[in-house]
């Protein structure tokens, strides 16, 4: 197949990285540490954890974890914000052979339920003010181990007291001792201090997460990265990222590290370089996150449109000192011209946008890091990536003809846990994934995504799946029938709208409303609501979401 992306790489980016440079994640974090032993490697709430401290911390927190019992290969969820604890009970885990099911804290009882039972989780770190959702499912699920944390656990005293104290007290956060059988974070790191590392021997095809995600479509699959998948985005993000240097970079962790962005780009990239995580906890208060990029000599940034936009439009922000600013990179959501524009007259550094999907750890194509202007498109594929236009037959396409973005490369997934037919739906014999996105490939190998194959509805980077949300719906007792559909919205990129039949005429938005926000992480949550006496169908009955979608237009 033809690849024209190559002759427009930018200099000194490679056509292919090496895979043997380092054996698994752990290998490459045990290197940072002692390379970097000195430097901080994750700064948060005014407290700095060193790459010498963390390499202490996550061999106690891994010999604890093998002294309960967790054996190589067993699953371990972290449900937390970005804190000190994530990155430490992240590489702990790693070094005890487990995989880690990252959990979004803002999870529901239903949807948490979901992924501990699907994944078979046996222990959880959870942060103690998202603790009243796990207690709803103790029951229900296969935890043998419940692990909880303040937020102000590893931070310097007395804040660390202090925050603790006012969100135990006033947010009404669950404390460990509230929780039958729970143990507390700081005590098992204690503990480890006192117990031996055994060691593990991982390889390249042993899973290191079980990302959760729809896929293209329908309820939440993990999706299997291996240590291989990781390592090979790590290698093809360093080596696209010329303008990078070790040991000195300092990034702007804002989105969520569960999220596969974050993950890889900010955590996990940056420690490969030496450098310092910033963390930031609450990035929706946009006052307070401005003030926290005020204290730092910040040399990059990631984030998604919605970020972005909110970051422009907050007072304070067009003053800060952006000398230092070298990348930002911006994915998840498609990025807006107006907001990179205006972003690059007020910071000076071009908004990079990228592309990827859990199925590909994420990153798959990155414009040159070398361009002056957002051109619109999403780059091109990465060192030691495919990617071509397949039409419904899947027969390739040729330059500057439109179908389904597809996408070949060490970092893409070894399938879906557990889930055989959907992974076939995907993955093809030849190792193509298919995407679900529509794109087109221009002569210089740029890719740009037109529409989606699917009906998923992206609200500020997060998939939101139509299916789970009729689902949810119709499980109402006055609910009838349920469509769900993605509505453009100046903030969040979308939004998501439903349209109801209703079998009770008495049934009133407010309750739709309540129902949703009991079963629902707040941007799954509708934003409009529409009753309507029937939903448009096809003539095997099923409903037109797009007739839906244009009546919105």
């Given at each position: ?5 190559l ?24 290197k ?23 390499d ?19 699953r ?8 000190l ?22 999870y ?32 229900e ?27 135990r ?28 590392l055994?060691?593990?021997?991982l ?13 293209t ?20 993000a ?64 990631t ?13 304070g ?17 498609a ?18 946008e990228?592309?990827?999907?859990t ?39 040729p ?5 389904e ?12 846990w ?19 996105d ?116």
């Amino acid at each position: 197949m033809e690849k024209p992306w190559l002759n427009s790489y930018p200099p000194g980016v490679p056509t292919n990285i090496d895979l043997t440079e380092h054996a698994s994640i752990v290998d490459l974090l045990e290197k940072s540490c002692d390379q970097f032993k000195d430097r901080v490697a994750f700064h948060n709430m005014g407290a700095n954890l060193s790459y010498g401290e963390l390499d202490f911390l996550t061999r106690n927190f891994a010999a604890a974890l093998q002294d309960m019992g967790m054996q190589q290969g067993d699953r371990i969820a972290l449900m937390m914000p970005n804190t000190l604890q994530y990155p430490v009970a992240l590489f702990g885990a790693l070094r005890a052979g487990l995989v880690i099911v990252n959990t979004n804290p803002m999870y529901t009882a239903r949807e948490l339920r979901h992924q501990l039972v699907d994944s078979g989780a046996k222990a959880i770190v959870v942060v103690e003010n998202f603790a009243s959702v796990l207690q709803k499912v103790r029951d229900e699920v296969p935890l043998e181990h419940i692990i909880t944390t303040g937020v102000g656990d590893l931070l310097d005293f007395p804040k660390s007291l202090l925050v603790n104290f006012v969100l135990r007290h006033v947010k009404k956060a669950i404390p460990s001792w509230s929780l039958p059988g729970s143990r507390n974070f700081q005590e098992i790191l204690e503990r480890g201090k006192k117990l031996p590392l055994k060691p593990v021997n991982l390889g390249f095809e042993d899973i290191a997460f079980l990302q959760y995600t729809g896929g293209t479509t329908g309820v939440a699959k993990g999706a299997m990265l291996t240590h291989r998948n990781i390592v090979a985005n790590l290698l093809q993000a360093r080596a696209w990222l010329t303008q990078l240097d070790e040991s000195t970079e300092i990034i702007i962790t804002a989105l969520p590290l569960y999220h596969i962005f974050a993950l890889t780009a900010n955590c996990l990239t940056f420690i490969y370089l030496g450098g310092t995580n910033v963390l930031v906890t609450d990035p929706r208060d946009m006052k307070g996150f401005v003030k926290e990029l005020a204290r730092h000599r910040f040399t990059s940034i990631t984030g998604v449109n919605t970020l972005f936009n909110g970051l422009l439009h907050t007072e304070g922000f067009a003053e800060l000192d952006f000398s230092t600013l070298k990348m930002t990179l911006g994915g998840g959501m498609a990025v807006q011209r107006a907001v990179a524009e205006k972003w690059k007259q007020v910071t000076g550094v071009t908004l990079l946008e990228a592309y990827g999907l859990t199925e590909t750890s994420p990153a798959a194509c990155i414009n040159p890091v070398n361009i002056t202007y957002f051109n619109g498109f999403i780059g091109l594929p990465i060192s030691s990536t495919e990617a071509c236009i397949k039409n419904d037959e899947r027969d390739m396409l040729p330059v500057g003809e439109t179908g389904e973005l597809c996408i070949r490369g060490p970092q893409v997934m070894k399938g879906y846990w557990q889930r055989p037919e959907a992974t076939a739906e995907v993955l093809d014999e030849q190792g193509w994934l298919y995407t679900g996105d529509i794109a087109c490939m221009n002569e210089a190998g740029f890719f740009k995504i037109v529409d989606r194959k699917k009906d998923m509805i992206l609200v500020s980077g997060f998939n939101v799946y139509p299916n789970e949300i009729e689902d949810v719906l119709v499980m109402h007792p006055k609910i009838l029938e349920a469509a769900a559909v993605g509505v453009a919205d100046e903030k969040s990129g979308e939004v998501v709208s439903v349209f109801i039949v209703r079998n009770d005429p008495g049934l009133s938005e407010d309750e739709v409303r309540a129902f949703c926000k009991e079963n629902l992480t707040g941007y799954k949550r509708p934003r409009y609501i529409e009753f309507r006496d029937e939903l448009p169908k096809s003539n095997v009955g099923k409903i037109l979401r797009r007739e839906l979608r244009d009546s919105t237009a």
